[in-house]
Antibody, heavy 123, light 111 residues
Framework: EVQLVESGGVLVQPGGSLRLSCAASGFTFSRYWMSWVRQAPGKGLEWVAN????????YYGDSVRGRFTVSRDDAKNSLYLEMTYLRVEDTAVYYC????????????????WGQGTLVTVSS | QTVVTQEPSFSVSPGGTVTLTCGLN?????????PSWYQQTPGQAPRMVIYDTNSLSSGVPDRFSGSIIGNKAALTITGAQADDECIYYC???????????FGGGTRLTVL
């Protein structure tokens, strides 16, 4: 059974930094793209970033590019999101999601999701 | 700025058929956007329903189907049930940037 468990969400001040983790199990982690998706309280879903198997290719949403960094450790079956220069509008539940390609080189859908970890940015 | 559009809300009677749509504020949705659809109930993680326009996710009832209708992606529920009531999100792949864009979600009420 695929399991994704996020951790690291806390209350942090604006301008601060935070690192989220996602522990994966139940599948061969190193063979899959992985993504972070977030959801602000009472709002819709927003793709944040994804990283290919191997970790060389990384892509980011416009609202986080230059501030957030996605990484992975395939030996530890773990995905990470390093968040810097945090803003109030970064407050959200952050989900880790396994990401798959239908037919192309780049991934286009999220087939398994974790339960999320809450990041609150507030003074 | 590219925006993915969805109806904010929709209502269907139990046993009825409903079609939710997913469009672009500029341009048409095609199979090359690999539309996917997700259900989300309050306090829960999303669950994939449809991928690659019309492929049914494992374990999802076959009353759900996906298609392209005109210039939009569509999710059709045939024979809606009470536990289909939730928010539905679509995702489109944008080949020019590789970005995955979510629609704003459609809140479906079954009553």
């Amino acid at each position: 059974e695929v399991q994704l468990v996020e951790s690291g969400g806390v209350l942090v001040q604006p301008g601060g930094s935070l690192r989220l983790s996602c522990a994966a199990s139940g599948f061969t982690f190193s063979r899959y793209w992985m993504s972070w998706v977030r959801q602000a309280p009472g709002k819709g879903l927003e793709w944040v970033a994804n990283i290919e198997h191997g970790g060389d290719m990384k892509y980011y949403g416009d609202s986080v590019r230059g501030r957030f960094t996605v990484s992975r450790d395939d030996a530890k079956n773990s995905l990470y999101l390093e968040m810097t220069y945090l803003r109030v509008e970064d407050t959200a539940v952050y989900y880790c999601a396994r990401t798959v390609s239908s037919r192309g080189r780049r991934p286009d859908y999220f087939d398994h999701w974790g339960q999320g970890t809450l990041v609150t940015v507030s003074s | 700025q590219t925006v993915v559009t969805q109806e904010p809300s929709f209502s269907v009677s139990p046993g009825g058929t409903v079609t939710l749509t997913c469009g672009l504020n500029s341009g048409s949705v095609s199979g090359n956007n690999f539309p996917s659809w997700y259900q989300q109930t309050p306090g829960q993680a999303p669950r994939m329903v449809i991928y690659d326009t019309n492929s049914l996710s494992s374990g999802v009832p076959d009353r759900f189907s996906g298609s392209i209708i005109g210039n939009k992606a569509a999710l059709t529920i045939t024979g809606a049930q009470a536990d289909d009531e939730c928010i539905y999100y679509c995702v489109l792949f944008m080949s020019s940037s590789g970005a995955l864009l979510f629609g704003g979600g459609t809140r479906l009420t079954v009553l």
